[in-house]
């Protein structure tokens, strides 16, 4: 669902860019509650995860291919806030290093994919944790049900920018059809995936989901005729440390985009087609990094299509963690300052 240059006019994408400006702003705060010694790390690992399965494009209709969106995996594991600060640093990495997503369309796309992919799948996440019997399997239907609601939703909300700063002539109807229909479809895609990844990382580091805290059932005896809390038992060592998670997912990542990502569907995604289909990409512009040599998830210059492909991948997944990685090790300095009174 990357918007490309030319897509939206200049003074709403001017107006999306600030909401997402101020939407990452208010992230930005927000992760400094959400980070602490054992997330942070894993924040970054999240976005390069991201990043790696976004280029795993899988058919879901006749000549047409989705992808994840990562909104409702990045809140559940690290929080929304943080969230949002997740997906938009994958944005920013597709649409400076590899001409995926416009320049201009940048703000469409933050707004899109990273808040409202976020804000609509933790709140019907935290909504269905609320009445669900406590437990981990809870959790993995919980992150199925709210990825699966998130990616129409953003369809949607493109449909809507759209309407309000398209530039081209087409019905708005058929366009908002079109967009939810394939997206619901993607949806299902998003979320399996979704589900798999926060169930795989409950089962070994339940403490590190961000959106599995506070719902361990606390133990209880009757003690004179009263209920009373049982005292926490001393925590149980860990299956897995933060270290071996962590290598674990950047192995997991490193492999998926260099090597999982040249057997990806090749058809067109949600949004290409439906565009192609309505006439949407009438005004499409080139990218002004169309000449990155990385553009097109390829490296210049190398001819083998699967090297090069794979290649990209891995620099895409290490610039990634490096960026994101950097982010919220800033973040969470200064949240430590503020606990400081620095």
């Known amino acids: 669902m990357h918007v490309p240059d030319g897509f939206i ?81 994958v944005l920013l990495m597709q649409g400076i290093l590899f001409a995926d997503g416009g320049l201009t369309a940048l703000g469409v796309n933050i707004t899109d994919m990273a808040v409202v992919t976020t804000v609509v799948a933790y709140a019907v996440f935290r909504g269905l944790v609320k009445i669900l019997p406590r437990g981990r399997s ?6 199925f049900v709210a990825a699966l609601l998130s990616v129409p939703a953003a369809a949607l909300a493109f449909t809507l920018i759209y309407a309000l700063g398209g530039t081209t002539d087409v019905s708005i109807g058929k366009v908002a059809t079109a967009m939810i229909g394939v997206h619901v479809l993607i949806g299902v895609g998003e979320a399996a995936i979704t589900a798999l990844t926060v169930g795989a990382v409950v089962a070994v580091r339940p403490d590190l989901v961000y959106g599995a805290r506070g719902l361990q059932q606390k133990l209880k005896l009757r003690v004179g005729g009263e209920l009373v809390d049982v005292p926490a038992a001393e925590p149980v060592a860990a299956r897995t440390s933060r270290r071996g998670l962590w290598i674990t997912g950047l192995a997991t990542s490193l492999v998926l985009a260099g090597f999982v990502s040249f057997y990806a569907s090749a058809s067109p995604d949600g949004l290409e087609k439906v565009a192609a289909d309505k006439g949407i990409d009438a005004r499409t ?47 969470r300095r200064r949240r430590t300052a503020e606990a400081s009174g620095v």
Not at 138 to 143: D, K
């Open 9 to 89: 006019d200049a003074p709403i994408s001017a107006a999306t860019g600030v909401a997402a400006a101020a939407a990452v702003a208010v992230s930005l705060r927000g992760a400094r509650r959400e980070l602490d010694e054992r997330t942070a790390p894993l924040a970054g690992l999240v976005a390069a995860f991201i990043f790696a399965v976004q280029m795993l494009n899988f058919p879901v209709a006749a000549g047409t291919s989705g992808h994840l969106l990562g909104g409702a995996l990045a809140a559940i594991l690290v929080g929304p806030y943080t969230g949002v600060l997740c997906v938009s640093v």
């Open 138 to 143: 809870s959790i993995t239907a919980a992150s």
């Open 285 to 331: 512009e080139e990218h002004a990094s169309a000449d990155s040599p990385l553009a097109d998830y390829g490296v210049k210059d190398v001819e083998n299509a699967r090297l090069s492909g794979g290649l990209a991948g891995v620099l895409g997944v290490g610039a990634t963690v490096v960026a994101g990685s950097g982010v919220f090790w800033v973040v």
